[in-house]
Antibody, heavy 124, light 108 residues
Framework: QVQLVQSGAEVKKPGASVKVSCKAF????????INWVRQAPGQGLEWMGW????????YYAQNLQGRVIMTTDTSTNTAYMELRSLRSDDTAVYYC?????????????????WGQGTLVTVSS | SYVLTQPPSVSVAPGKTARITCGGN??????VHWYQQKPGQAPVLVVY???NRPSGIPERFSGSNSGNTATLTISRVEAGDEADYYC???????????FGTGTKVTVL
């Protein structure tokens, strides 16, 4: 069964960093890209970026460039998303999502499946 | 950047048909995917590549895409279909994935 399991909720102060993990089960990890999507309370979905597990290439949302870093560890089938210089408006549920189609080289597919989500709260 | 516009809400009686639109410039030339999100849950894919259903998604869910509008149609609506629905495309111009603004479907 294909599944993504994320790390637990985090509470951070403004200016700090957070690193969310996403462990993959049930498929060949390096064959699919991983996306990160966030959702602020009561708001819609926002795509944050994509990483190729195959070669580490990344595409980041323009509004997060310089603050977000996506990485993977193929030895543990785990993807990571680190967000730096946190602000109160970074408070959101963060999801990792696998590409719906196997391709190591480029994003642009549908998202399936989704992780369960990780709530990150930024508050002083 | 590419913008996808959805109606904020759609209301439908049980057993009737709900149509959720996703508007974007020449969206018919793009691949559109749709997600259902129930309160407190992660989104779930319901349609990909405009009109394909993943395994486990009822045939009541269908999609179409032409011109400047993509549409998700839910036939014979059930109470369990009450959720938020989002469309999504890949924008080659900006190398970004883009989500629609979301539509809340209420079953009367």
């Amino acid at each position: 069964q294909v599944q993504l399991v994320q790390s637990g909720a985090e509470v951070k102060k403004p200016g700090a960093s957070v690193k969310v993990s996403c462990k993959a089960f049930g498929y060949t990890f390096s064959n699919y890209g991983i996306n990160w999507v966030r959702q602020a309370p009561g708001q819609g979905l926002e795509w944050m970026g994509w990483i190729s597990v195959y070669n580490g290439d990344t595409y980041y949302a323009q509004n997060l460039q310089g603050r977000v870093i996506m990485t993977t560890d193929t030895s543990t089938n785990t993807a990571y998303m680190e967000l730096r210089s946190l602000r109160s408006d970074d408070t959101a549920v963060y999801y990792c999502v696998r590409d719906g189609r196997a391709s190591g080289s480029h994003p642009g597919y549908w998202f399936d499946p989704w992780g369960q989500g990780t709530l990150v709260t930024v508050s002083s | 950047s590419y913008v996808l516009t959805q109606p904020p809400s759609v209301s439908v009686a049980p057993g009737k048909t709900a149509r959720i639109t996703c508007g974007g410039n020449k969206i018919g030339s793009r691949n559109v995917h749709w997600y259902q999100q129930k309160p407190g849950q992660a989104p779930v894919l319901v349609v990909y590549y405009d009109s394909n259903r993943p395994s486990g998604i009822p045939e009541r869910f269908s999609g179409s895409n032409s011109g400047n509008t993509a549409t998700l149609t839910i036939s014979r609506v059930e109470a369990g279909d009450e959720a938020d629905y989002y469309c999504q495309v890949w924008d080659r111009g900006s190398d970004h994935n883009v989500f629609g603004t979301g539509t809340k479907v209420t079953v009367l």
